[in-house]
C-alpha cells in the first residue's frame, strides 16, 4: 500500500501535472518566453538583429520582446531553423532534462525527490512557458564556466558569479567580458546602444507586478532608484558575509539571494531552490514540502498583490533554512557577521580575521 501512494505521489502525480501544463496551455501563452529565443534565434538565421520585430504570432498574439543578450540567440539558432511547434517541443524536453541532470549532479539519489520537483508550481510554469530558468540552475550548478555563461544570459545571477570572481577575479570578469563582447560582435553589435534602455522600460513596467524585495519596496512607496541603491548596498553586505562561507553554503546562499534581489522576480525564479534544496537535503524532507505552498499563489505574476509578494518571499526563505536545519549554517552565518563588525582595533580582531581568511581560503 505505502509503495502504490508513493507511486501515486511521487510519479503519477508530477507526470500529470507536467503533462497539463506543458501540453494543455493556451495556445496564447504556451511557451510564451521561448516564443522570444525562437524569434531571435529565427532572426539571426535569415541576417536580421536578434532584437528586429517579428510582428504576430501564430496564435495572432505580438511576439514578446527579446530581453536577453544575443548570446542566449545565437546559441539557438539551430532551433530558430525548425517549426515553431517542433523548436518548442525539444526545448520544454531538454529543460526538464535539464533539471534533472541538475539535481543529479548536486546528489540527489532520492526518487522521490524528482517527482516532488515537478509538482512545485514555479517548475511547472517554468516549463509551461518555455523560461530560461530550468537551464540556469544546471549552469550554475556546473562551476564557474556555467555561472559565467547564466549571469551573462541573466544578469540578476551576478552573485552567484561574485562568488568565483572573488577567488579568482581575473580569469572570471575577463571571461565573462570577452564572452559577452564576442556575442554582441557576432550580431554586428546590432541593438547595443538600445538594450540599456530596453531593460530599464522592461523593469519599469513590470517591478510592481513581479514578486521579490523590489515589489516590497514599491508597496512601501519608495522610489525605484533609492529602491535599487539600498538593495546593491545590502546585496553587497551579504555578500561579504557570505564569502566568508565554505563554497557549499556559500553558493546555496548566493542563489537565494540573487533572486531576492533583482529587480524583477518572477514565480518561476522560485525553481532555483532546488539549489540549496539538493545540496543539504538530497533525500526526501520538509525542505522539498515548503514551496508547494506556492500553489497558493499559482501565477506567474504578483499582480501587485502584497500577500502574494509576501508569501513568495516567506518561502524563499523558509525553504533553504529548512534545508539547513542542523547544518549550523544559520549560525555560522551569524557569527562571522558579527566577527566582521568589530573593529579593527579591538585585541581580538586579530584571531577572528586569520580565521575568516582562512575560511575563505
Known sequence: MRRALELLAFACLPAALTALFALGAPAATAAWDFHAFWGAAANIDRGRSPYADLGATAAGTPYPLYLYPPLLAELLTPLGALPFAVAAALWIAASALALVAALRLLGVRDWRCYGLAF??????????????????????????????????????????????????????????????????????????????????????????????????????????????????????????????????????????????????SWLHYSTLLLVPVALYQPRLGWAWALPLVLWLTPFEEADGSLWRVALWLAVMVATPVAAWRGTGIVATCIARTRRASIPASSPSSGRFSSASSSTSA
Not at 514555479?122 to 564557474?144: D, E, M
Not at 571571461?175 to 530599464?200: D, E, H, I, K, Q
Request: a positive charge.
Open 119 to 264: 509538482t512545485w508550481v514555479p517548475v511547472l510554469h517554468g516549463l509551461r512557458l518555455g523560461t530560461l530558468t530550468p537551464f540556469l540552475v544546471l549552469l550554475v550548478v556546473l562551476g564557474r564556466r556555467g555561472r559565467v555563461v547564466g549571469t551573462i544570459l541573466k544578469l540578476f545571477l551576478w552573485p552567484v558569479l561574485a562568488l568565483d570572481a572573488a577567488r579568482r577575479p581575473v580569469r572570471v570578469l575577463a571571461g565573462a567580458a570577452a564572452l559577452t563582447l564576442a556575442s554582441w560582435a557576432a550580431v554586428g553589435f546590432a541593438g547595443l546602444t538600445a538594450y540599456p534602455t530596453l531593460l530599464r522600460r522592461t523593469q519599469d513596467a513590470w517591478e510592481r507586478n513581479g514578486y521579490g524585495l523590489p515589489a516590497l519596496a514599491v508597496h512601501a512607496g519608495i522610489s525605484p532608484a533609492l529602491t535599487g541603491a539600498l538593495l546593491l548596498v545590502a546585496a553587497l553586505g551579504a555578500l561579504r558575509t557570505i564569502l566568508r562561507l565554505d563554497p557549499t553554503p556559500a553558493l546555496a546562499c548566493a542563489v537565494v539571494l540573487a533572486c531576492l534581489v533583482s529587480p524583477v
